[in-house]
């Protein structure tokens, strides 16, 4: 499985963006998949995930209410709107999936916000 992420960018707080994640892989609609991030000095963590059919969904407390993950199947992408971004929701955001046991990552897209 192959992940490429994109959408990120620099933005001021209060400001919006959204995410992309294109899955190359005959298996997507298989697949739950996870937004991840990690800033400097940081652990990598989850921030939000999405089940195979979309239906269920779950966000880290920091983000609730702010951002939504959703897919769409037919593209094989996931997306992430981050809205009311601030400071501390800087980071490299990734997207991740598991196969078979094995985990994927993207590359990750670089998100600033500034004060």
């Known amino acids: 499985v192959r992940l490429q992420a994109s959408g990120g960018g620099l933005v001021q707080a209060g400001d919006s963006l959204r995410l992309s994640c294109l899955a190359s892989t005959r298996s997507f609609t298989d697949l739950s998949l996870g937004w991840f991030r990690q800033a400097p000095g940081k652990e990598r963590e989850m921030v939000a995930a999405?089940?195979?059919?979309?239906?269920?969904?779950y966000y880290t407390a920091s983000v609730k209410g702010r951002f939504t993950i959703s897919r769409d199947n037919a593209k094989n992408t996931v997306y992430l709107r981050m809205n009311s971004l601030q400071p501390e929701d800087t980071a490299i955001y990734y997207c991740?999936?598991?196969?078979?046991?094995?985990?994927?990552w993207g590359k990750g897209t670089q998100v600033t916000v500034s004060s």
């Open positions: 999405i089940s195979r059919s979309g239906g269920g969904t």
């Open positions: 991740n999936t598991v196969l078979r046991g094995v985990n994927y």
